[in-house]
């Protein structure tokens, strides 16, 4: 199956909002990745919901939903979810996680876990029931333009493998973080299936967004057989 593409909106130029809409319509995007950070879990703050809910306006894309903040099924309810959306919360963040990802579940969307670096594999292992996507962080959460952490290749070949062997092999694994053309290549020889564009890849001052989404559709599928 080809990679998906899901690119950072936090990136973005939000003077340009409508522009960028109208180019990763036309290029096809899977997902809009959107991140929510609460300076808590992450030493930053982003976007929010009445960005979500104008982004609804927008498009139909489908919306990539990171919730980077403590306790987040205490938020759920904020954020206008619909069916077909991802809407990814952390291992480490969320203190009654299986319930959590049954509450997103419920809502019609698809269930993630996010995985930090240090973060082991096996904390998904009583977890997989519930889940459609694993997103593994490549960088520490928190900052666009971080450079990769290189363990992390490791980790999504490491992760493929073990949802085979657990019987979940149709569990998508989802990367965000340096996510150059380049590291896309390495990624997607490792078994993952969605990535998060950003400052890396199709998000550079005065270039052609198109241009660079499709070189990047490029770079995820030059390898698949």
Same mark, same amino acid.
């Given at each position: @199956?080809?990679?998906?593409?899901?690119?950072?909106?936090?990136?973005?130029?939000? !003077?340009?909002?409508?522009?960028?809409? =109208?180019?990763?319509?036309?290029?096809?995007?899977?997902?809009?990745?959107?991140?929510?950070? $609460?300076?808590?879990?992450?030493?930053?703050?982003?976007?929010?919901?009445?960005?979500?809910?104008?982004?609804?306006?927008?498009? *139909? #894309?489908?919306?990539?939903?990171?919730?980077?903040? /403590? &306790?987040?099924?205490?938020? +759920?309810?904020?954020?206008?979810?619909?069916?077909?959306? #991802?809407?990814?919360?952390?291992? %480490?963040?969320?203190?009654? +996680?299986? !319930?959590?990802?049954?509450?997103?579940?419920? &809502?019609?969307?698809?269930?993630?876990?996010? +995985?930090?670096?240090?973060?082991?594999?096996?904390?998904?292992?009583?977890?997989?029931?519930?889940? $459609?996507?694993?997103?593994?962080?490549?960088?520490?959460?928190?900052? *666009? =333009?971080?450079?990769?952490?290189?363990?992390?290749?490791?980790?999504?070949?490491?992760?493929?493998?073990? +949802?085979?062997? @657990?019987?979940?092999? =149709?569990? %998508?694994? /989802?990367?965000?973080?340096?996510?150059?053309?380049?590291?896309?290549?390495?990624?997607?020889?490792?078994?993952?299936?969605?990535?998060?564009?950003?400052?890396?890849? #199709?998000?550079?001052? $005065?270039? $052609?967004?198109? %241009?660079?989404?499709?070189?990047?559709?490029?770079?995820?599928?030059?390898?698949? *057989?």
């Amino acid at each position: @199956m080809a990679g998906k593409i899901s690119p950072s909106m936090m990136c973005a130029d939000f !003077r340009r909002l409508e522009q960028t809409i =109208g180019a990763f319509e036309q290029a096809g995007v899977e997902y809009l990745h959107i991140d929510i950070m $609460d300076g808590r879990f992450v030493p930053n703050f982003t976007l929010g919901p009445d960005f979500v809910r104008t982004l609804r306006e927008m498009t *139909a #894309i489908p919306i990539d939903l990171h919730l980077m903040v /403590e &306790r987040p099924e205490d938020h +759920l309810h904020l954020f206008p979810i619909q069916p077909g959306d #991802i809407v990814s919360v952390h291992q %480490e963040a969320s203190v009654h +996680l299986q !319930r959590t990802l049954q509450e997103i579940r419920s &809502r019609g969307a698809r269930p993630s876990v996010a +995985l930090n670096p240090a973060t082991p594999i096996y904390t998904v292992d009583d977890i997989l029931d519930d889940l $459609d996507v694993v997103l593994v962080m490549t960088v520490n959460p928190g900052f *666009a =333009g971080q450079k990769l952490v290189p363990a992390t290749l490791r980790k999504i070949a490491n992760m493929k493998r073990h +949802l085979a062997e @657990m019987g979940y092999g =149709g569990v %998508e694994i /989802e990367v965000d973080g340096n996510i150059s053309y380049e590291n896309a290549v390495k990624m997607q020889a490792a078994g993952a299936d969605i990535f998060v564009a950003g400052t890396s890849s #199709i998000f550079k001052k $005065d270039a $052609d967004l198109l %241009e660079l989404t499709e070189k990047f559709r490029a770079s995820i599928t030059s390898s698949i *057989a």
